[in-house]
């Protein structure tokens, strides 16, 4: 990011005139490698000015990925950013054309950048990872969420720095992070509803995160895409407390989701990227009795000193406590990683019942060998690929207009576009590891057993490589 510069920003287009003219000294902005210049207000950077906002800095936007693809450096502290900045120029541009006909003012630009600014606070070390791999090892059914401890940071931070912030704006501000999450408590008909969907849209999907996200993630991987979200935030209108889009651009809207797909098939989800997450979670769920990581979730004064250097803490660590996740993480450091073996699709009319697999159920599936196989030797990852609504068309809950006189809105039957378009809108694929390259050949036959047990075939596509299951340490 470019250096803070003092700016006048009263003439730029966005900018929140309702901050006190005092306080215009202190707007500043910064040069983002995908947006440009971000102008930055008074009230937020009371928030970024502060050590819980500067600790995103220390959290990687894609967690291990840099391992795989090294240019995936990228921090939440520039993501969230961007956000901060798209959901301004969004409630902006309906400002514009409908400001007078929905009430926006510029409260309301203020409370959606600020939670744009803050939606991924409550993110912890290696972001998705930490919430959804190593707190389900270490407490069972967690119900621990990244969005609700959010909530719980800015709360910590305004107590803590004493901000001066409008009680009202915060509650909105906190709605709208929890908007896409189960903890929810929106109505439909809540006033300005629209409001809601610009940063997380638990309505359909279409929201500045992913136009953020999508665009940094696939530029620092070296990736192509071809959406263009600038299409849709021209276009939109709000129709019936809802942002719709023209129909024009059904295909367009359905770029977004694809592009999405495709960077959880080849980066997020990337077998190597999976690998070392697989060993860094074993690493931390070692490290967790004696470093008591899962004591400091709760407690936002104490929570945002975790973050992704706890890895160089367990490193430096002398505590023979830390002796065995040290050695994961040293077998990381040497690219002595779990040794992929093979994976399967899961067929489509198995996906509605399918079970999570386990290394239990891999075990149970070797045959009588002179190597016998323990639940510790393997290590098995489910995943999911879907188009941001499970198994269902995120197309279908989103509507659409025919032109800009239009007062109606409607979803357009995605056989009415193309039949080119997908029929099926989820994968689930299952992926076992072994975490001795000695122990690949054994592990890769109980998992074909299994293949055969479970479906009658074996769902893999290919044979595990025979210079692999020879590799030895």
């Known amino acids: 990011m470019g250096a803070y510069c003092n700016e006048d920003l009263t003439s730029l287009p966005g900018y929140s005139s309702g901050a006190p003219a005092n306080e215009l000294r202190f707007s500043k902005h910064v040069y983002d490698n995908v947006h440009g210049n971000i102008y930055l207000d008074p009230l937020c950077l009371k928030f970024i000015d502060t050590e819980q906002f500067q600790r995103l800095r220390e959290l990687k936007q894609l967690g291990v990925t840099n391992m795989v693809y090294p240019g995936a450096v990228h921090s939440r502290f520039e993501h969230s950013l961007g956000v901060y900045w798209l959901a301004g120029e969004n409630v902006q541009k309906l400002k514009n054309f409908q400001g007078m006909e929905l009430g926006i003012d510029n409260y309301d630009l203020q409370t959606v950048r600020l939670a744009g600014l803050l939606h991924d606070i409550g993110h912890g070390p290696f972001s998705h990872m930490f919430e959804r791999e190593f707190l389900p090892k270490v407490i069972s059914d967690s119900q621990w969420s990244h969005e609700l401890m959010s909530v719980n940071m800015i709360d910590h931070m305004v107590d803590t720095h004493h901000i001066d912030v409008d009680a009202q704006m915060l509650k909105r501000v906190k709605d709208m992070i929890l908007a896409s999450t189960e903890f929810s408590q929106l109505k439909r008909n809540a006033e300005k509803r629209f409001l809601y969907d610009i940063v997380a849209n638990g309505r359909n999907g279409i929201d500045v995160d992913k136009f953020d996200y999508i665009v940094r993630d696939s530029r620092a991987c070296g990736l192509g895409f071809n959406f263009q979200f600038q299409r849709l935030t021209e276009t939109m209108k709000?129709?019936?407390?809802?942002?719709?889009?023209?129909?024009?651009?059904y295909r367009n809207v359905h770029k977004l989701f694809a592009t999405r797909a495709d960077l959880y098939r080849t980066v997020y989800m990337h077998p190597k990227v999976k690998a070392i997450e697989l060993m860094i979670v074993d690493a931390m769920v070692k490290a967790n009795s004696f470093l008591e990581i899962t004591s400091l979730i709760n407690d936002p004064s104490e929570y945002w000193k975790l973050d992704d250097t706890i890895l160089?803490?367990?490193?430096?660590?002398?505590?023979?406590?830390?002796?065995?996740a040290k050695e994961l993480i040293l077998r990381v450091r040497r690219r002595q990683l779990y040794q992929f073996c093979n994976e399967y699709a899961v067929p489509k009319d198995k996906i509605d019942n399918f079970k999570a697999v386990t290394a239990q159920d891999i075990i149970c599936s070797q045959k009588h060998t002179s190597l016998t196989l323990k639940?510790?030797?393997?290590?098995?990852?489910?995943?999911?690929?879907?188009l941001a609504r499970g198994r269902e068309n995120p197309l279908e809950c989103i509507n659409f207009f025919k032109d800009y006189d239009s007062t109606e809105k409607f979803v357009i039957p995605e056989d009415?576009?193309?039949?080119?378009?997908?029929?099926?809108?989820?994968?689930?694929?299952?992926?076992?590891y072994a975490k001795k390259p000695e122990l690949v050949e054994?592990?890769?036959?109980?998992?074909?057993?299994?293949?055969?047990?479970?479906?009658?075939i074996k769902a893999q596509v290919h044979a595990t490589p025979e210079k692999k299951k020879r590799r030895m340490m």
Not at 312 to 324: N, V
Not at 377 to 382: F, G, H
Not at 416 to 432: E, F, N
């Open 442 to 456: 054994a592990v890769s036959e109980a998992f074909e057993n299994f293949q055969m047990r479970t479906y009658g």
């Open 375 to 386: 639940e510790e030797d393997i290590a098995v990852s489910n995943v999911k690929i879907d």
């Open 416 to 432: 009415r576009v193309s039949h080119l378009l997908p029929t099926t809108y989820q994968d689930k694929i299952v992926r076992v």
């Open 238 to 249: 709000v129709i019936d407390n809802e942002i719709c889009y023209p129909a024009k651009e």
């Open 312 to 324: 160089k803490t367990i490193e430096i660590a002398p505590d023979p406590e830390l002796a065995e």
